[in-house]
């Protein structure tokens, strides 16, 4: 079962696109029995079409290859790219796609939005990256900054399980006559993996069922064992009550507490829900650190010389309460000062630190603005179980003439 610590891993850190896209195309090309891949967004780009092609490549030669994709995040792939895939043997799924009302999607809360890939039950990517250009630098002053992880050892397994129970349960919902594009058996089932390093790691998801809090909860639990630092890069940045009570008596209790926000947001709405909540935790004495070059797009954290996290998860009521997400969490001094590394360079050239002096008292109309966003964070989590759930439900993407619900009119 997930959320459980596993010894024996080699987890090594990828950052953006241009380290994290490679490696996942190599090992698809080396895939021998099976390919699992789940992404929020898949873009008909060049990224998205390279992974076109080694998953097609991948079928061709006899690879099982599932993919699930969710409506929301990928709208608009063409009938072309989705035949072709199914030509090949390749099993393309989307996630509770919905139906539209007079164009509009309505599905917007609680997606997919899970970024993994197990190769061969041995080797698995966990982490924020779709597959999309706006991740390689070469797209331009949009390009985002972001993390994933490569896993090898014992952890891969339990992810691999993990993989597979959700496509059965997604599938489980399909409608009765399409039982015969059901899965029917699992083809690559691999054991115990033997040693591959000396990481502990965790797999630790979030849903709508029994882990509806897990993520938060471990990230909780880290901050307040917290003794020296605790580091968090994310993108979208409005946690619950007690998350920022935690980052707040940490940094009063003499613990170096830095969160590195996004200064160039591809939404403006994230700047404004994260800085309504700058002066309650500059006033405990947390450091703010803006991140200037482009988009940020990681959700990663470490804590002390051993704790670390990377996943899909930001740090907001979508991804806290709403989404399906996919974490890991590290314990290992290595990873650890590798992240640290990497975090640091981002905080002293990339990035604007956020003085209190600077944004001045608060008065009127932001005054009344961040106490209602303050206190709004207390309440959130139990005011979002009110929202219907949704059936972890899974449809063939095939062309619009077997899933009109998905191929709809465009946005």
Not at 18 to 38: H, S, Y
Not at 45 to 62: C, N
Not at 229 to 255: C, K
Request: hydrophobic letters at 40%; proline letters at 4%.
């Amino acid at each position: 079962m997930h959320g459980r610590w596993i010894e024996g891993n080699d987890i090594s850190l990828l950052e953006n696109g241009e380290e994290f896209f490679p490696r996942v195309f190599a090992c698809i090309a080396n895939a021998q029995r099976e390919v699992v891949l789940e992404t929020f967004i898949l873009f008909e780009d060049k990224v998205g079409l390279q992974l076109h092609e080694a998953l097609i490549a991948a079928a061709r030669r006899g690879v099982q290859v599932d993919v699930t994709v969710d409506g929301f995040g990928s709208p608009d792939l063409s009938d072309r790219f989705i035949d072709s895939l199914a030509e090949a043997g390749v099993r393309m799924h989307v996630f509770d796609p919905g139906k539209r009302l007079l164009g509009k999607r309505l599905n917007v809360l609680r997606r997919m939005h899970r970024k993994l890939v197990v190769v061969d039950g041995t080797v698995a990517f966990v982490g924020g990256i779709n597959y999309s250009a706006d991740h390689l630098a070469d797209y331009g002053p949009e390009a985002k900054q972001d993390y994933a992880v490569e896993i090898r050892g014992p952890l891969v397994a339990e992810i691999h399980r993990f993989t597979h129970a959700a496509l059965v349960q997604g599938q489980r919902y399909q409608r009765k006559r399409q039982w015969w594009r059901r899965r029917k058996h699992v083809r690559s089932t691999p054991g115990d993996q033997p040693r591959a390093g000396n990481a502990a790691a965790m797999f630790v998801v979030r849903d709508n069922t029994e882990h509806m809090s897990d993520i938060e909860r471990h990230y909780r639990i880290a901050i307040r064992a917290a003794r020296r630092r605790v580091v968090i890069a994310n993108a979208y940045f409005f946690p619950g009550y007690r998350f920022i009570r935690e980052l707040r008596r940490a940094a009063r209790r003499g613990v170096e507490v830095s969160l590195i926000l996004q200064g160039e947001p591809d939404m403006p709405i994230v700047k404004t829900a994260a800085s309504l909540l700058y002066h309650h935790l500059l006033a405990a004495g947390v450091r703010i650190y803006e991140y200037k070059d482009r988009p940020l797009h990681g959700k990663v954290a470490l804590m002390d010389d051993e704790w670390a996290t990377v996943g899909s998860s930001n740090l907001d009521p979508l991804s806290l309460a709403l989404n399906l997400e996919a974490n890991v969490i590290i314990r290992d001094r290595d990873f650890n000062a590798h992240l640290h590394e990497r975090l640091d360079l981002l905080m002293r050239n990339s990035c604007r630190r956020i003085e209190r002096e600077a944004i001045g008292e608060l008065r009127g109309w932001d005054l009344l603005r961040s106490y209602a966003a303050y206190h709004v964070t207390r309440w959130y989590p139990a005011w979002v179980t009110w929202l219907p759930r949704h059936v972890p439900r899974l449809l063939p993407a095939l062309s619009e003439r077997l899933h009109p619900a998905w191929h709809g009119p465009k946005d």
